[in-house]
């Protein structure tokens, strides 16, 4: 087999979640969008900022809320010498645990001074507020060293009445980024279907065809070194019918997803079915690829439009996955 080619690719995992706060921590942010800072008040007498919904020792619920002071003392910190993209400061900051004026349990958030050396435990901080509170925790841009001279100017509390509703939820999407390369043997089988062959890897001790191949075979532990050019005629091992949309995706629901067998295969693989009438798609159907143009193809499988079925009889199930190459006579 010749040397594979190096294949590597970005890509971006998201989670686009939404977040239900409670009512606890929804007044919170409530509060917080209109430049204030409020705690809880615990069974013991202390007041916990953010507040919690239950009782640390107790779990009693809690809801008498207590408003505290916009500066602090830092009880403890560490410098962060060179941010990172997801960081609230671009310049180096202290994150630190910040104990408010007015309540007893420190919460921690960033600190924007100068240099490490002017940071210090017991220093006072006083909050800086962003330009236009959301009624996330960022809404407190960060806090400044409270001796030193303001960052921004003492913002006066509007005292009319927030008719804004009262936060319920708030988006927290998460991000993973990464860059991807493909295996020999992933970039290999890649390298073949850009090409428009289907290229499985057969285990020199068991005989089974992988594909796409891992460069190994699961059963046996040795490596698969032998390609087999596979048709693109496959059997239905099994399927799910998808009704949810899925962000971002183009293709409408409901439609047909498949766990496919090629000819000479032994495992499945993951694919689209269409052209066919979603209610009958059935176990041991028989399909076929639809290729897109040839110009289109690329490293992917999406070069593969999708399956559709075959005027062929059906596999008997203790029959997929054990088809020779040449297909399936009935
Ligand atoms: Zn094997």
Redesign the pocket.
Known sequence: MSQSEVLSQAFELGFTYTRSTGPVVGRFLTELRARKLVGIKASDGRVIVPPMEYDPDTAEALSEFVEVGQVGEVVSWCWVKEPRSAHPLEQPFAWAMIKLDGADIPMIHCVAAAAESEMATGARVRAVWADEPQGFITDIRCFELADGPAASAVIEQPEAVDEREVITAVEAPIYLNYNFTAGKAPARFLSQLKKGILAGQR??????VYVPPRGS??????A?EQEVELPDKATVESFTIVAIPIPNNPIKPPFVIANLVLDGANISFIHLMSECVNDEVHIGQRVQALWKPESEWGYTMDNIRYFKPLQEPDVPVAMIGKIPVEGWEG
């Open positions: 285990c020199p001790s068991c005989s089974n075979c699961a059963a046996c532990g040795v698969t």
